[in-house]
């Protein structure tokens, strides 16, 4: 994608994010103006950048937004949950657009027809006078189209009605009114505004004035921007926009209907453009016999003028221009065709009379409507300058320590004796190692992301699930900054989703219920997020009806989630944790929102996948508070999986130093143990079966003994095993439940067939 | 200096007059409070300076010899001189 279309994506995905918290905001405390200002600009905004990355479908739906803004910033509309619905469900389509854009470079082949619909929802609440529903603009008067301009068009028209008139083209093909007010600081960012309005092609009007009255000489500051730079362009719109592409938050472009303006707007008749057609044939028949007579230039030249005169004359600017510079070659090189060809294309022009189509940039398959609560396709990584800054120094540090282990080598080969070189080598290589914990810890730091991503969706989802269930539900949300493993926060959102959505749906009591009980109307639900050492700690609190144990054990017993008898000797507290259960709903019914049985038993299998837990605790009429106590990061464990005793186990690779086959005649009994001398070194061998309480396999005399040599804590030993099964990366999770206190297990790990693995802590093992 | 002060008293704004011009162009228009700004030799005068124009109140001297500043933004300015 170009770098035009990139800044697009990142631009708008913002701006959505910025207007979809304005617009939740907007609705639930009411607008202040600068807030409704907030949300028009970036809807105007994401409107502009729309037509820079030419998607003119997205332009014409979010101009029918801006339309409605515009009400509620007049205040002529309110800003109930109606419009606020239609706005966000506008931002909703410009936000699958902009991933489908991402991914394809254009919109769906649908998005005309789509963008149409939602604009026709928008303006469906403006009143029939204001709004400009399409099909009654086709017969609206001049009059009418005139009263309907923003006031400072009319007062731009006003001013220089007399210029406008002077120098309206004969046909134009759009009219635009450009409003330009430079930000106070734009003389810094080596803006020149005027400059900018010196491009604008076909300028009709212009104004400059001041936004606020001048202060005295002495007084002002000459870097500071005070001005509004208005014009009226009879240009091209594209090229317009393309100008102030660079400022589009700055500048209002408004299309004026083109019978608005006074001037001569008589389009060149039927019989004008039949004149210029067979002007410029004879032109071309003469330019065609010119190349015989001996007056080449004097005939080329007269075919020239006459020929850009007429297409003057038919409001063809840009071709009378070709026409001119194709003159300037063909006399050039003495040869014709060059203008003949121009002219003959001018033919072709003139004779299509039929207004272009507006071409829907079409490409790819359709997209997926995204629904409020998928992800975003935002895979951005950002990444401060200070820390990129520390990796390529590290990065620095480890080529020059690799170069000096190259220089070693060198010397190995020439001078030094064994000994010395390898304590040589041995430094090197220490160093190397330091650098590489060190990189390796630095790189880690990168992948801390804030939680903010993850919270930035949850105002929204809270206020659609509460308005669809019609409770009120106010979100608190805290600890935001907190950092975590870009891993971890990603996986987090699927989780956090579950719980809002249940404490909507399930915590939170019909406002009539919050009432009768003696609570507020409008309930809290907080998301707090937390470091705690090198755990992150998130918990999401609502103040509902909580969760009642008798409930719960009913429940459980109907669905036999447990034995009954096991049911019976459970504690309240034990009783409530069987809503993580699969299969528990505590719905009466299901709905859209949650309760399908599922919910809360995802949000256990992912935050223990990644190696976390998750608490309940609840007070019932009081509220419930669930609790994610997370690993800051995702540590991977290099194991190896083993077989002994007919189960398997994985040893962590940082523990393994080497596996060998022996045969059985090299393994020698020492004192009470077997043991083997490998290199140099007498190594204990231990039968993991053995170790593990496991019925060991008859052994075969003279089969080889297959040992995995394990060094932790400054101790060495073997373990004979049956096989070696696999070497994997996998997220170790502590033991927990009975187990918890089970000695001689660093963790489980699930394997890719489902079954659990136990890996073993060596150090606690090792005899 | 593309803002100088003119033989004849007036500020004058000479070819393509550059955001830095602000600075010294306000001092003169502070230090000399009958001075007219001329525009003839005015290729292009950036927003900064132009704004200093706007908020001296000083009608200009012209006719500039730059048709899209004559065209459009000499008509914007205080009116009164063609002298000079």
Same mark, same amino acid.
């Given at each position: 994608?170009?770098?035009l279309?990139?800044?697009?994506?990142?631009?708008?995905?913002?701006?959505?994010?910025? #207007?979809?918290?304005?617009?939740?905001?907007?609705?639930?405390?009411?607008?202040?103006?600068?807030?409704?200002?907030?949300?028009?600009?970036?809807?105007h905004t994401l409107k502009g950048s729309a037509g820079v990355v030419e998607l003119p479908a997205m332009s014409v739906m979010l101009h029918a937004a801006e339309d409605?803004?515009a +009400?509620?910033?007049?205040?002529?509309?309110?800003?109930?949950?109606?419009?606020?619905?239609?706005?966000? #469900?506008?931002?909703?389509?410009?936000?699958?657009?902009?991933?489908?854009?991402?991914?394809?470079?254009a919109l769906?082949?649908?998005a005309g027809d789509?963008g149409r619909?939602?604009a026709e929802?928008?303006r469906?609440?403006l009143?029939a006078e204001a709004g400009e529903p399409p099909r009654r603009a086709a017969g609206k008067s001049a009059a009418d189209r005139e009263a309907g301009l923003p006031e400072w068009v009319a007062r731009l028209i006003a001013a220089d009605r007399d210029v406008i008139a002077s120098r309206m083209p004969r046909r134009p093909s759009a009219l635009s009114a450009i409003s330009y007010e430079?930000?106070?600081?734009?003389?810094?960012?080596?803006?020149?505004p005027l400059q900018l309005m010196r491009l604008v092609p076909g300028l009709l009007a212009f104004h400059i004035e001041?936004?606020?009255?001048?202060?005295?000489?002495?007084?002002?500051?000459?870097?500071?921007?005070?001005?509004r730079l208005q014009a009226i362009s009879a240009g091209a719109p594209d090229e317009i926009v393309r100008i102030f592409r660079l400022v589009p938050?700055q500048v209002h472009i408004t299309s004026i209907p083109l019978d608005a303006l006074p001037g001569p707007l008589s389009a060149p008749s039927d019989t004008d453009q039949a004149l210029i057609r067979t002007v410029i044939e004879a032109q071309c028949e003469l330019l065609r016999?010119s190349?015989?007579?001996?007056?080449?230039?004097g005939c080329t030249g007269a075919a020239a003028r006459v020929a850009t005169n007429a297409l003057r004359h038919g409001e063809q600017p840009q071709l009378a221009d070709s026409v001119q510079r194709a003159a300037a070659m063909a006399l050039?090189?003495?040869?014709t065709r060059p203008l003949l060809t121009v002219l003959e294309n001018a033919l072709a022009v003139l004779g299509d009379t039929t207004p272009a189509a507006v071409a829907e940039t079409a490409?790819?398959?359709?997209?997926?409507?995204?629904?409020?609560?998928?992800?975003?396709?935002?895979?951005?990584?950002?990444?401060?300058?200070?820390?990129?800054?520390?990796?390529?120094?590290?990065?620095?540090?480890?080529?020059?320590?690799?170069?000096?282990?190259?220089?070693?080598?060198?010397?190995?080969?020439?001078?030094?004796?064994?000994?010395?070189?390898?304590?040589?080598?041995?430094?090197?290589?220490?160093?190397?190692?330091?650098?590489?914990?060190?990189?390796?810890?630095?790189?880690?730091?990168?992948?801390?992301?804030?939680?903010?991503?993850?919270?930035?969706?949850?105002?929204?989802?809270?206020?659609?699930?509460?308005?669809?269930?019609?409770?009120?539900?106010?979100?608190?949300?805290?600890?935001?900054?907190?950092?975590?493993?870009?891993?971890?926060?990603?996986?987090?959102?699927?989780?956090?989703?579950?719980?809002?959505?249940?404490?909507?749906?399930?915590?939170?009591?019909?406002?009539?219920?919050?009432?009768?009980?003696?609570?507020?109307?409008?309930?809290?639900?907080?998301?707090?997020?937390?470091?705690?050492?090198?755990?992150?700690?998130?918990?999401?609190?609502?103040?509902?009806?909580?969760?009642?144990?008798?409930?719960?054990?009913?429940?459980?017993?109907?669905?036999?989630?447990?034995?009954?008898?096991?049911?019976?000797?459970?504690?309240?507290?034990?009783?409530?944790?069987?809503?993580?259960?699969?299969?528990?709903?505590?719905?009466?019914?299901?709905?859209?929102?949650?309760?399908?049985?599922?919910?809360?038993?995802?949000?256990?299998?992912?935050?223990?996948?990644?190696?976390?837990?998750?608490?309940?605790?609840?007070?019932?009429?009081?509220?419930?508070?669930?609790?994610?106590?997370?690993?800051?990061?995702?540590?991977?464990?290099?194991?190896?999986?083993?077989?002994?005793?007919?189960?398997?186990? +994985?040893?962590?690779?940082?523990?393994?130093?080497?596996?060998?086959?022996?045969?059985?005649?090299?393994?020698?009994?020492?004192?009470?143990?077997?043991?083997?001398?490998?290199?140099?070194?007498?190594?204990?061998?231990?039968?993991?079966?053995?170790?593990?309480?496991?019925?060991?396999?008859?052994?075969?005399?003279?089969?080889?003994?297959?040992?995995?040599?394990?060094?932790?804590?400054?101790?060495?030993?073997?373990?004979?095993?049956?096989?070696?099964?696999?070497?994997?990366?996998?997220?170790?999770?502590?033991?927990? +439940?009975?187990?918890?206190?089970?000695?001689?297990?660093?963790?489980?790990?699930?394997?890719?067939?489902?079954?659990?693995?136990?890996?073993?802590?060596?150090?606690?093992?090792?005899? | 200096?593309?803002?100088?002060?003119?033989?004849?008293?007036?500020?004058?704004?000479?070819?393509?007059?550059?955001?830095?011009?602000?600075?010294?162009?306000?001092?003169?228009?502070?230090?000399?409070?009958?001075?007219?700004?001329?525009?003839?030799?005015?290729?292009h005068?950036?927003?900064?300076?132009?704004?200093?124009?706007?908020?001296?109140?000083?009608?200009?001297?012209?006719p500039c +010899?730059d048709t899209w500043i004559a065209q459009w933004l000499v008509p914007k300015?205080?009116?009164?001189?063609?002298?000079?």
């Open positions: 994608m170009s770098d279309g990139e800044q697009f994506v990142t631009e708008a995905r913002e701006l959505i994010r910025q #207007a979809t918290d304005d617009l939740i905001v907007l609705e639930r405390d009411g607008g202040s103006p600068e807030r409704i200002d907030r949300v028009f600009r970036a809807f409605l803004l +009400g509620v910033r007049q205040g002529t509309l309110g800003s109930g949950p109606d419009i606020i619905d239609a706005a966000l #469900a506008c931002l909703d389509q410009v936000s699958s657009w902009v991933d489908h854009f991402e991914t394809a470079g769906p082949a649908q789509d619909v939602v929802r928008l469906s609440f009143p430079p930000i106070a600081g734009c003389f810094y960012n080596g803006d020149d001041p936004r606020e009255a001048f202060p005295a000489l002495q007084a002002i500051d000459p870097y500071a921007c005070n001005l938050d016999v190349d015989r007579t001996d007056d080449f230039a050039a090189q003495r040869d490409g790819g398959s359709s997209a997926g409507a995204a629904s409020a609560t998928e992800r975003p396709a935002e895979r951005v990584l950002r990444v401060s300058e200070a820390k990129i800054e520390a990796l390529v120094n590290l990065a620095g540090e480890l080529v020059v320590a690799k170069n000096a282990l190259a220089h070693s080598a060198r010397r190995i080969e020439q001078d030094l004796g064994g000994h010395e070189a390898a304590a040589l080598v041995q430094r090197d290589q220490d160093a190397i190692d330091r650098l590489v914990v060190e990189l390796h810890g630095t790189i880690l730091q990168l992948r801390m992301v804030p939680m903010t991503q993850v919270f930035r969706s949850f105002p929204r989802l809270v206020r659609d699930v509460s308005r669809q269930l019609d409770k009120n539900v106010a979100l608190v949300t805290s600890g935001e900054t907190a950092e975590a493993d870009k891993a971890i926060v990603d996986r987090l959102f699927e989780p956090l989703v579950h719980l809002l959505r249940n404490a909507v749906d399930h915590g939170i009591e019909s406002p009539g219920q919050r009432r009768a009980a003696g609570k507020p109307e409008t309930a809290t639900i907080s998301i707090e997020a937390s470091r705690m050492g090198d755990r992150l700690l998130m918990e999401v609190t609502d103040d509902g009806r909580g969760i009642d144990p008798a409930v719960v054990r009913r429940k459980a017993a109907e669905k036999r989630l447990v034995p009954l008898d096991e049911l019976d000797a459970l504690t309240d507290e034990q009783v409530i944790d069987l809503v993580f259960a699969p299969g528990f709903s505590t719905a009466a019914e299901v709905s859209d929102i949650s309760g399908r049985g599922i919910g809360m038993d995802v949000v256990r299998t992912v935050v223990e996948q990644m190696g976390g837990r998750v608490s309940l605790a609840s007070r019932p009429g009081a509220g419930t508070t669930v609790r994610l106590d997370m690993p800051m990061t995702i540590a991977m464990s290099r194991i190896m999986v083993v077989e002994a005793g007919g189960q398997v186990f +994985g040893i962590a690779m940082d523990a393994v130093s080497e596996t060998v086959r022996v045969a059985p005649d090299r393994i020698r009994r020492i004192k009470n143990n077997l043991g083997l001398v490998l290199r140099e070194r007498v190594v204990p061998i231990v039968s993991l079966a053995e170790l593990m309480k496991l019925p060991e396999r008859a052994k075969q005399t003279a089969v080889p003994r297959l040992l995995v040599v394990v060094e932790a804590a400054g101790r060495i030993a073997a373990f004979e095993i049956d096989a070696i099964r696999d070497r994997l990366d996998v997220v170790l999770k502590p033991m927990q +439940g009975l187990l918890a206190n089970a000695r001689g297990y660093a963790g489980t790990t699930l394997l890719g067939n489902g079954q659990v693995l136990l890996v073993l802590d060596v150090k606690e093992i090792l005899p | 200096m593309t803002v100088r002060r003119g033989d004849d008293g007036a500020i004058v704004l000479d070819g393509v007059c550059p955001v830095e011009d602000a600075e010294p162009l306000l001092q003169m228009l502070q230090s000399m409070p009958a001075a007219q700004v001329d525009l003839r030799p005015c290729r005068l950036h927003t900064a300076v132009l704004q200093l124009v706007l908020a001296s109140g000083r009608a200009p001297i012209g +010899g300015l205080p009116r009164c001189g063609t002298g000079g």
